[in-house]
Each structure stands twice: as C-alpha cells, then as structure tokens.
C-alpha cells in the first residue's frame, strides 16, 4: 500500500515537472508581440494639404517657419509651400 502511495506521489511530481517545463518551452517559443522594434518608424503623421495620414518614413518633410511638416506626395509639398 505504502508502496503504491510513493509511486502515485512520484508520477504527481513527474507529470508537474513536466508541466512547468512544457510552459517554459512553449513561453520560449511563443514571441511576446509587445516588443516589437517597428512601432518607432510605423508612426503616422498628417499632411496639411489633403488632411491624409501618411506613415512617417514614407512622408515627404518639409520645413515651414522652424517647424516639420509631412506630406504623401510632391504635389502636396509644392501646394504647402507656395
Ligand atoms: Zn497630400
């Protein structure tokens, strides 16, 4: 009897060890979505003219009185500065 109580307690253990260690492993795997590097460069700014927002590295800049303005496109550069 004592017997089977060791072997039921030692099989308990083994399953929870296992358990732990499979949540690590898959905690691993798995990549946290929060730390993503892009979030910087993804930043959306809105250009004057047409009021459209536009991802800040594809933006045209434009300076105007010390300050940065961003724009789609070309046309919309020229329109602001004229
Ligand atoms: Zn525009």
Do not use: H, W
């Amino acid at each position: 009897m004592i017997r089977f109580f060791i072997l039921a307690i030692t099989s308990y253990l083994g399953f929870k060890l296992v358990q732990k260690v499979a949540s690590r492993f898959f905690s691993q795997k798995i990549p946290c979505p929060q730390t993503k590097p892009e979030v910087e460069s993804e930043e959306l700014v809105q250009d004057p003219v047409c009021k459209v927002f536009v991802p800040r590295r594809n933006a045209l800049k434009a300076q105007k009185n010390g300050e940065d303005f961003f724009f789609c496109s070309e046309g919309c550069r020229k329109k602001f500065l004229r």
